[in-house]
Structure formats: structure tokens, C-alpha cells
């Protein structure tokens, strides 16, 4: 298994310039976490203590109403993706979702107060921040977009290219709930998915 140096490396490559130096005044505050299959990284109504990313495993983000008894899956994440309930954890209040693990998993994570530190301590990290807001704002927005313009074959075809192996790792109707259909439409997009040869 890659230390944690090297893991935090690969997650914020994409993100932000942070150099060896930052990132080695950064890894000692990231610990590692294993969370088995059916377990929660966090659960409704709590507050969301820890921003993580995923070394290993595949989660769903959704929201139980309690009035249908009904869940509603909202994101998925998956390998080297930033998971965290982005505003339960920067205001530190109770969290609308819970966020399950699909797979036996690991992650890395960083605990609120150990980043608040790690701000204090780094400009660059401090820059980290912000960046990951405007990760965590693009991303929300992005699926408000999706929702309200995209066709449910388009969506399909987005969530795909973000998690491109799960279809083969998470239960089709834990992906049409995430699309707002039932499982036959889910079936049909498929089909029409696999004929265009996509």
C-alpha cells in the first residue's frame, strides 16, 4: 500500500501546485481509514468532521425521507476523488445525507480542526482551501445543471466518464436512483448506450 505521502500526491495533483515541502508539512495531519461495505463515512443529521479522499472503494451520497421511507442517491465517489458533505463540514453543522460505502473501502482523511491547523500553518494550503471550494461548487452546480438540461441517457453517459467502472461495481438501481428513473428506463439507456457502441 502507498504511504500517505505519496497518496496525497495523487489527489491533489489536478487541484492545486502544492509542492513536496507542502505536501510533507501536509501528510502528517492525514491519517488512513478503513470503512467496510454498508458502513458510513457519515450519516444524516450528523455533523461531517472529516474531508477525505479515496484510495480504495466506491461510495453513494443520499438522502433518506422519512416520510416515504424512500432514498434518493445524490453523488457517488470513487478512487482519488475528494469525499466529504461539503457544508456540514465547513460550517460544522448536521449533515442532509448520509454517505455509504458500497465496497469495502479505504480513504484518507483529514479531521476539521487538524485542516483549520494546517491553514494557519501553510499559504499554500490555505490556497488548497479554496480551491477545493471551488472543486466542491462546480461540482454541486454541475449537477443542478445536469438535472435541469440533461436528458436521463445524457447523465448516464456523464456519470460514466466520472466513475468509468460502475456499472460493473454498484447495483443498477442505486445508479437509476441517482438519475431519477426506474430500473427498466435504466435498462433501456443502456441498450441504446451499448449499440451506439458507447
Not at 461531517?48 to 433518506?64: A, S
Request: charged share 25%; aromatic share 14%; proline share 3%.
Amino acid at each position: 500500500m502507498p504511504d500517505r505521502l505519496h497518496l496525497l500526491q495523487e489527489a491533489v495533483k489536478n487541484l492545486t501546485g502544492l509542492t513536496d515541502t507542502d505536501l510533507s508539512l501536509g501528510s502528517t495531519y492525514w491519517k488512513k481509514r478503513k470503512i467496510n461495505k454498508g458502513d458510513f463515512y457519515n450519516k444524516q443529521n450528523v455533523v461531517c468532521k472529516d474531508l477525505g479522499i479515496v484510495v480504495r472503494g466506491i461510495f453513494r451520497v443520499y438522502y433518506y425521507d422519512e416520510k416515504t421511507s424512500e432514498e434518493k442517491n445524490i453523488f457517488f465517489f470513487s478512487e482519488n476523488q475528494f469525499i466529504v458533505s461539503f457544508r456540514s463540514f465547513i460550517y460544522q453543522f448536521p449533515c442532509k445525507y448520509y454517505i455509504e460505502a458500497l465496497e469495502d473501502a479505504e480513504i484518507l482523511y483529514i479531521p476539521y480542526q487538524d485542516l483549520q491547523q494546517l491553514y494557519d500553518d501553510s499559504k499554500e494550503w490555505q490556497k488548497f482551501g479554496r480551491l477545493l471550494a471551488e472543486h466542491f461548487f462546480n461540482q454541486s452546480q454541475g449537477r443542478t445543471e445536469d438535472l435541469l438540461f440533461l436528458s436521463h441517457e445524457a447523465r448516464y453517459l456523464n456519470l460514466v466518464e466520472m466513475h468509468p467502472n460502475i456499472v460493473d461495481r454498484v447495483q443498477a438501481y442505486h445508479i437509476a436512483s441517482f438519475l431519477g428513473i426506474k430500473n427498466p428506463s435504466l435498462s433501456r439507456i443502456r441498450k441504446r448506450v451499448l449499440e451506439k457502441g458507447g
